[in-house]
């Protein structure tokens, strides 16, 4: 066969099965133009499951009479005029792709009215070669958009489509990440003419979390953390979710890039990171975050979808991303809540009441910890009125007040395992080896952060075989080795040598920690991993020297792990991602007892 042209129809329908995969694909591709045509309200009506009918109406600036049979044609766009307009490019679309590939495997309507227009138009495409001319047709300001019969030029392609119900679901998790993407535009969406939900504009703090409890329910927002930060022309905020609250899979993670939702191996490797050491093994993090920056430090134009982007300066991306959600996680301690109206972590103001007096014990107790009790001893009223006798009723101060921690007072402890606590709200469990596991990793991290990461010479430097490119990267990257206490020399154009380690590292595979290093720093610019490798020997040191089960404490040491829980970072949970302490206030314990009923 000779090289020919291909026909218009059969480049629209290739160009389709890049853009249209499925309905969810032609929503997405409908709702960000509304979007990019200033629509402050977005309908989306859908019919069984998008296959019969996807309908999406808006009050935008509508299409001019004469650009509409053009809106049907290929590489035709209203949003980019030159190169210069592309690597600056804000909107939502800009390639002119969707519409004619809409068009080409389904019956497409469009109807619109400009805002300086008399009267609507409508124009008509089925995938035919030529587009029927505009109409007069009754329609306020704004686009409506109707697809019906999707693929039913190509029953190949309709083959493949699931079950009403996936397909439906599919559009309403993308109708709810653009519904978060754009907090100053109403959503609402139907479907089989049942509505599905309906969201306002949302432009106060208060109703944009009303809107997320709308959209990812209650429980997600009862445990986000706000925070935002700015530095060095980026700016990253919005809610992510205590560890405790995780997910069996990653179904609740949306991020935004200049108000683009977007999916990427960069951003997802750096939430990883920021969540290590916190969460539990084989769950996912839940988050709502938004990063913005100049237009010109990313690269939108990567994949037809537009789901994925490039970064120019991936490493600064990457830290940024990390350092921020690893100092907010930080801040997850007992004695810490939101403050709604700035999203700042604040510290819990303690209650004023009388500090709890406690039974004496009668086990037989082991030998003592060894808990720095920095406190004052008033702190510890319990142990002391178990020790000594009572005030006199008559001695001064004998019934002032005392401000009560966090986590309160030390009660007693339960088979071994369990520290029984009362605060102002009620009763609180610890488990002491998670706690205890938890303070002395902190410890471990903050000694190895003061004094640096030593390395140990090896007896015997290890060669390695590498690519061209690998060695130039580990050339460029020494300081970085060396801050990890890694000493590594290039040989010549394909060998490096490794002379010395990590102490906390001896005895591991130096050529294999080596290769792992270069291919972080060739997908990610930098790498964590030898940091993670030294903190997962920390976290087993912790682990084997923190308190076992079946150890009875003193009231005291049960008091000096409760305020050391108190001063500790990520104390909420241990280094596995357990938690370490939960909360049972009056309300559920009288919940218990059926009082008040």
């Known amino acids: 066969m000779r090289i020919h042209a291909l026909p218009p129809q059969l480049i629209n329908q290739i160009a389709a099965g890049e853009v249209v995969e499925r309905p969810a694909s032609v929503v997405k591709e409908l709702v960000e133009n509304s979007l990019d045509a200033g629509a402050i309200r977005i309908d989306v009506e859908i019919e069984q499951g998008g296959v019969r009918l996807i309908r999406v109406r808006d009050n935008g600036g509508g299409i001019q009479h004469d650009d509409l049979a053009l809106a049907l044609s290929r590489h035709a766009t209203s949003k980019i005029g030159s190169l210069e307009e592309l690597e600056r490019v804000c909107s939502m679309g800009f390639r002119g792709e969707a519409l004619p590939s809409i068009a080409s495997v389904s019956r497409l309507t469009l109807s619109s009215r400009s805002a300086d227009g008399d009267a609507g138009w409508s124009v008509t495409g089925d995938g035919g070669k030529q587009v029927a001319l505009p109409e007069p047709v009754a329609h306020p300001v704004g686009t409506t958009l109707d697809v019906r019969d999707l693929f039913f030029n190509t029953p190949a392609r309709r083959k493949f489509l699931r079950t009403e119900k996936t397909e439906f679901n599919q559009i309403e998790t993308l109708v709810k990440r653009l519904a978060l993407s754009r907090f100053d535009v109403a959503f609402s969406l139907q479907h089989n003419r049942r509505e599905i939900f309906s969201q306002p504009p949302a432009t106060q703090r208060v109703e944009q979390e009303r809107r997320l409890a709308g959209l990812l329910g209650g429980a997600f927002l009862e445990q986000a953390l706000y925070f935002e930060r700015k530095q060095a022309g980026l700016r990253l905020f919005g809610w992510v979710a205590r560890p405790t609250f995780s997910r069996s899979q990653a179904d609740m993670q949306y991020f935004y890039v200049n108000g683009r939702m977007v999916r990427d191996k960069l951003v997802t490797h750096a939430v990883r990171q920021a969540f290590q050491g916190v969460l539990f093994h084989g769950r996912h993090p839940a988050y709502v975050l938004y990063l913005e920056l100049d237009p010109l430090l990313v690269d939108v134009n990567v994949h037809p979808t537009k789901h994925?982007?490039?970064f120019r300066d991936g490493r600064m991306a990457h830290d940024f991303l990390f350092r921020t959600l690893h100092k907010v996680l930080a801040k997850t301690k007992p004695g810490t809540e939101v403050d709604r109206e700035t999203?700042?972590?604040?510290?819990?103001?303690?209650?004023?009441?009388?500090?709890?007096?406690?039974?004496?014990?009668?086990?037989?107790?082991?030998?003592?910890?060894?808990?720095?009790?920095q406190e004052r001893s008033g702190n510890y009223r319990s142990s002391f009125d178990m020790q000594h006798p009572l005030p006199s009723a008559s001695a001064e101060n004998a019934d002032e007040p005392e401000e009560i921690p966090p986590l309160g007072y030390a009660l007693a402890q339960l088979k071994g395992v369990y520290v029984l606590a009362e605060n102002s709200e009620g009763l609180v469990l610890v488990d002491m080896h998670a706690a205890h596991e938890r303070i002395t990793y902190e410890c471990f991290k903050q000694a190895r952060a003061e004094n640096g990461i030593q390395s140990q010479p090896l007896l015997v430097p290890v060669s390695v075989v590498v690519s061209g490119r690998e060695a130039e990267l580990a050339e460029e990257h020494m300081d970085l080795f060396s801050e990890l206490g890694m000493e590594v020399d290039r040989l010549d154009t394909e060998t490096l040598v490794v002379r010395a380690i990590p102490v906390p590292l001896q005895g591991a595979d130096a050529e294999k920690l080596l290769r792992d290093l270069l291919s972080d720093i060739v997908v990610h610019g930098t790498s964590e991993r030898i940091r993670n490798e030294i903190n997962g020997v920390l976290s087993t040191m912790a682990c084997h020297g923190s308190v076992r089960a079946n150890r009875l404490l003193t009231v005291e040491e049960m008091n000096a792990l409760l305020r050391d829980m108190e001063r500790t970072e990520r104390s909420d949970q241990c280094n596995h991602g357990r938690p370490t302490w939960t909360q049972l206030d009056m309300a559920n314990l009288d919940r218990l007892f059926l009082r008040g009923r």
């Open 308 to 310: 994925e982007v490039r």
């Open 343 to 373: 999203g700042e972590i604040r510290q819990i103001d303690a209650a004023l009441t009388p500090a709890p007096t406690s039974l004496s014990a009668t086990s037989a107790y082991q030998r003592p910890l060894g808990f720095q009790v």
